[in-house]
């Protein structure tokens, strides 16, 4: 019903910069917050920055002030612009949505497949 998809990953230098999009598409009455998060092989998936419909942000204390979140509401697309990249940014970042498909229904979590991010020092 709703599908997210995730671009804008690939591989830079250390200090490099990248900007990941996130459009999503299908039944969609209203999306609420929306959210960027990685996963690092080994690693548990962490939130790297959530933004709601009203634009309120919150990031990551590891990306702040390198990393800015910002979405197009009418585009029901959700941005990720990141500034001096680091090695330890390297992952595979996820799309994730708070979506309701109508106006009486319960709202539910929805993810991209990820794209992957590879920092070199």
């Known amino acids: 019903q709703v599908q997210l998809v995730e671009s804008g990953g690939g591989w830079v230098q250390a200090g490099g910069s990248l900007r990941l999009s996130c459009a999503a598409s299908?039944?969609?009455?209203?999306?609420?917050?929306m959210s960027w998060y990685r996963q690092a092989p080994g690693k548990q998936r962490e939130l790297v920055a959530a933004?709601?419909?009203?634009?309120?942000?919150d990031y990551a204390d590891s990306v702040k002030g390198r990393f800015t979140i910002s979405r197009d509401n009418a585009k029901n697309t959700m941005y990720l612009r990141m500034n001096n990249l680091k090695p330890e940014d390297t992952a595979v970042y996820y799309c994730?949505?708070?979506?309701?498909?109508?106006?009486?229904?319960?709202?539910?979590?929805?993810w991209g497949q990820g794209t992957q991010v590879t920092v070199s020092s």
């Open positions: 933004i709601t419909s009203s634009l309120s942000t």
């Open positions: 299908g039944t969609i009455f209203r999306i609420n917050t």
């Open positions: 994730n949505a708070d979506v309701k498909t109508g106006r009486w229904s319960a709202p539910f979590d929805a």
